[in-house]
């Protein structure tokens, strides 16, 4: 009797268990099944699966870190702002392993800049190169002020002299002046002649000879694009692209602006316009519209058609990389019809903050060239020295995007818009699109020893000199 009593109680605590087992089970299934419909609806939602982190990889350089909310990515048609070339793409510019330091030397070169910004710019980084070439001791160069800038600007008034000095220090001997003893002597002045390779000056060492100074009267296209050393072509890219820093007030400004315009928007085009009174001085215009100014002026008008064929959106903030425009607002009457975020410096910054640039055309001209390289896109209306400049920087960090447009393809196309046979929409929009699907890489250039004059700039374009595959 007791013995049935004790089996009796077992096989009763033997069911408890087993029906808390079944309860517990049931519950963990519950709420497995609860938290799978969670992420499953998760995973159908585009707008919770979107990750910023990677986001940002694509190449949208700043905007994924800027944007505040998975809705603005959601809206962001990646292929309007990436450049296809940017994947597997890096800056290299160390020297090789047989490039020697800079050694010591008593014989000086003399420079004399010549022309805007852009080319006093590209002239210094090649005029860098000459003296590693010739062995010279390089007194920093000096500005143009007899252009049609009448820019009263020093070196330092635009760039970081010291950092210049000791960013090279390796590659060339720099310094302030020449020495007092060295002023009253005869120096050599030279005209270099353009686009020279090395063996133009291996022999013009042969000046030292005679002369502890040469004087170089100009110094833009010095040097020819193709068929220089590595070591020579990389040295050009470490000038032009860090040890010709702007001036700390320059870069300061420039990069509070580019601050400005990502709380606009986040992204933003930057829009290189060439309709400056300079432009049409060197063109010959005169008030009354030439031929040369009226197709200028039309590309002008046009442009704001072209960003819209383009794909890209009403909102797009655009800003203008450029002087005074000729002619005044009436001008971008067009494009801010189709662009209402239309900007410039002076509505970007106070007027405080202009002040000490106001009155010196290269500074403000190096605001607007920060402000294009640090762009979302990049679009140049004229192929001029700032353009290419622009493109080239752009190609050298990460190959971000630039669109040059097709001034003559797109003059057949505005005649058939202008006649009727064309009219804005999705028809314009695929022609533009099709025109320019290539357009944002490197332009074809003729290679090898023919490649002199009329080869596509090295500044334009420094791949693969100064860009190397990952």
């Known amino acids: 009797m007791m013995r049935n009593a004790r089996v009796s109680s077992k096989k009763s605590s033997l069911l408890s268990l087993t029906l808390y087992t079944i309860l517990l089970f049931g519950v963990s299934i519950f709420i497995f099944l609860l938290y799978s419909k969670d992420f499953l609806e998760d995973e159908q939602n585009p707008l919770l699966s979107i990750d910023l982190q990677s986001s940002s990889s694509s190449n949208l350089h700043h905007q994924s870190e800027q944007m505040t909310s998975p809705e603005t990515v959601n809206f962001v048609d990646e292929k309007l702002w990436t450049s296809t070339l940017s994947g597997g793409l890096r800056p290299c510019v160390k020297p090789t392993a047989k490039y020697k330091a800079a050694q010591e030397s008593n014989r000086y070169m003399t420079v004399k800049c010549n022309g805007g910004l852009n080319q006093m710019r590209t002239g210094i980084a090649d005029m860098v190169a000459v003296a590693r070439i010739m062995n010279a001791t390089l007194v920093i160069p000096n500005l143009d002020k007899r252009s049609f800038w009448q820019d009263s600007s020093v070196f330092g008034d635009i760039f970081d002299e010291l950092h210049f ?12 002046e020449l020495p007092r003893e060295l002023e009253s002597v005869p120096r050599a002045r030279k005209h270099f002649g353009s686009w020279s390779g090395m063996s133009y000056y291996e022999n013009m060492t042969h000046l030292w000879r005679e002369y502890q100074v040469i004087h170089v009267a100009k110094s833009d296209s010095r040097l020819a694009n193709n068929d220089l050393p590595l070591d020579i ?8 692209y860090d040890a010709l820093r702007f001036s700390p007030p320059i870069e300061v400004l420039g990069k509070r602006l580019v601050e400005r315009l990502r709380l606009r928007g986040d992204l933003y ?7 400056e009174k300079d432009m049409l001085a060197f063109t010959g215009c005169t008030y009354g519209l030439s031929d040369a100014e009226s197709e200028e002026l039309r590309i002008l008008r046009e442009v704001g058609i072209f960003i819209k064929a383009l794909g890209y959106p009403q909102s797009t903030t655009i800003y203008i990389a450029a002087g005074e425009i000729y002619g005044g607002a009436k001008r971008l009457s067009e494009l801010t019809l189709r662009f209402p975020n239309v900007v410039f410096k002076e509505t970007l910054a106070t007027r405080d903050e202009l002040e000490a640039f106001s009155h010196h055309a290269t500074q403000t001209a190096a605001i607007d060239y920060i402000i294009s390289v640090e762009s979302d896109v990049f ?23 630039t669109i040059t447009p097709d001034r003559k393809g797109l003059i057949h196309v505005f005649d058939k818009l202008d006649s009727g046979q064309l009219e804005e929409g999705p028809s314009l929009s695929n022609v533009v699109k099709r025109m320019h699907k290539n357009r ?23 791949f693969p000199e100064c860009i190397c595959n990952s």
């Open 269 to 275: 085009i930057a829009l290189h316009l060439r309709y």
């Open 379 to 401: 679009i140049p209306s004229h192929s001029g020295n700032m353009a290419r400049a622009v493109e080239g920087h752009r190609r050298f960090l990460e190959h971000r995007k």
């Open 165 to 176: 000095m000791r960013g090279l220090r390796q590659d060339v001997r720099i310094v302030k």
């Open 440 to 462: 944002s890489g490197p332009p074809p250039g003729i290679k090898g020893r023919a490649r002199f004059r009329y080869e596509e700039s090295f500044y334009q374009n420094p």
């Open 233 to 240: 072509q990389r040295l050009r890219c470490r000038v032009l």
